[in-house]
């Protein structure tokens, strides 16, 4: 193997500048407005997945016990968000592909903030049973309305960053996005303590209103087209973008036939599987299985969440720096496997362990895991769309939802009937399942996998 470090951008440059010459402070000036348009983009998925679990905070602690509603019905509105924001992903997808990915990231940061808003609302509805129904028909459209933010965001981010760059920008704004998860707890929990949860939907709904407003103002489809030559999609990019055709059918038909996203897409699902597993049922198993206080299984639940976020940037960190060296794998492959079966060893000794300390241990360990998986999955899944990115992106995310929406139900089913152990070992199966899956999936990195080629 020939392990000598190469410049991971270099194959995408196609011009190259001395040093104080004209073209330096206009190439800086890129850099800094990229950097700027990634952590927009951190700031929309924070916000937007904030908004998002606020309703299970409001629930919890707020609108069980004020309206007289069982697990079960506020169950249906947490699950009409899932549901419609799975069934609609690919549409989105389609959205992106059509408007553009800054525009349907701004059409779901509006949306999204009057819904958040309208959550509040229903507090005027006269009778429990219309709270209930309001609650169930919002939080649905508002699944609708939040399915461009990762495929949005990942088409930004394939049209802005240099290619070794994408997978640690995909994984910093999905590691925002599990900040905003983990945050809701306490934060939306201070806003409803100091203004009362309708104030606090509408203040978080505002919240979202301003982000998104400042991103319209700021944020372009393109960078400069003087500085084209950066980017891995470089010759002819405004022009190749402006005469492709939105995603119809048939191109969608023709993304559900190409195996590397198909492949790419069942290993995600994989990925959504465990994710969700931890998502619902970790702080039950730290306060049932383990039987900790709810404070200290609230505190566990968000440091092993948070653990999540910080494999999100290594994952990207170590492709970015791998990506240096000429490899028999391409780093974009080795990472996510490597993610995965540490993930399914290390869920099984959390899993038999009863000593807490040494369960969080291992559980932050897969959880680290997991999220190493996040960055190259969502960069190759936007190249394999070629022009279509966005549509591409949306079907790969359904498959991330749909292995999402088992997890849920089988997961305690499976608990109460054998065991919490049990649980665990399907979560780790669906690991190495989801690692197999790579065997079919090409990470090279070839210039006709342009997403704009």
Not at 23 to 38: C, K, N, Y
Not at 341 to 362: D, K, M, R, T
Not at 383 to 402: D, E, L, M, P, Y
Request: glycine share 10%.
């Amino acid at each position: 193997m020939n392990d000598s470090p190469i410049d991971p951008l270099s194959r995408h440059s196609g011009h190259h500048h001395t040093a104080g010459s004209p073209a330096d402070g206009s190439r800086s000036s890129v850099v800094a407005r990229r950097w700027g348009i990634l952590a927009f983009l951190m700031l929309i998925a924070f916000m937007a997945h904030f908004n998002r679990m606020s309703i299970s905070v409001a629930g919890t602690e707020r609108l069980m016990s004020q309206y007289g509603f069982t697990t079960t019905q506020m169950g249906f509105v947490y699950s009409s968000f899932i549901l419609m924001y799975t069934m609609f992903m690919t549409p989105g997808g389609w959205l992106i592909d059509r408007v553009g990915a800054v525009r349907a990231l701004a059409i779901m940061g509006f949306s999204f903030a009057l819904l958040e808003a309208l959550s509040g609302a229903v507090s005027l509805f006269p009778v429990s049973s219309s709270v209930l129904a309001g609650l169930i028909v919002i939080r649905g459209i508002a699944g609708i309305s939040s399915c461009p933010l990762h495929p949005g965001a990942s088409r930004v981010v394939s049209r802005w960053m240099p290619l070794a760059e994408q997978p640690l920008a995909n994984g910093l704004v999905t590691a925002a996005a599990l900040l905003g998860i983990s945050s809701t707890y306490y934060l939306f929990g201070w806003l409803m303590d100091e203004f009362g949860w309708p104030q606090a939907f509408v203040i978080a709904g505002v919240m979202m209103l301003v982000v998104i407003s400042a991103w319209r103002l700021f944020a372009t489809e393109f960078p400069p087209s003087e500085q084209k030559e950066d980017l891995p999609d470089a010759a002819g990019l405004h022009a190749v973008a402006k005469s492709a055709p939105a995603s119809t059918l048939s191109s969608t038909l023709e993304l559900l036939k190409d195996r590397n996203l198909v492949c790419l897409t069942i290993s995600y699902s994989a990925v959504g599987y465990f994710q969700f597993v931890f998502f619902y049922w970790v702080e039950h198993y730290y306060s049932d299985t383990l039987h900790l206080s709810k404070e200290t299984s609230r505190t566990y639940s968000t440091i092993s969440l948070l653990s999540m976020a910080v494999g999100m940037f290594l994952g990207g960190y170590l492709i970015r720096h791998l990506s240096r060296y000429r490899m028999p794998i391409s780093p974009l492959a080795l990472v996510p496997i490597m993610g995965l079966l540490i993930s399914a060893v290390c869920v099984l000794f959390g899993g038999y362990s009863q000593e807490p300390n040494v369960v969080l241990f291992w559980f932050m360990l897969a959880l680290a895991g997991i999220g190493m998986c996040e960055g190259p999955m969502w960069t190759i899944a936007v190249r394999s769309g070629r022009q279509h990115g966005g549509t591409a992106a949306g079907i790969f995310n359904t498959g991330g939802n749909s292995g999402g929406i088992i997890a849920p139900v089988l997961t305690p089913h499976i608990g109460e009937q054998f065991g919490w152990d049990k649980s665990l070992w399907i979560a780790s199966a669906f690991c190495i399942f989801g690692a197999i899956m790579w065997f079919w999936i090409d990470a090279e990195d070839k210039p006709e996998s342009s997403p704009d080629a």
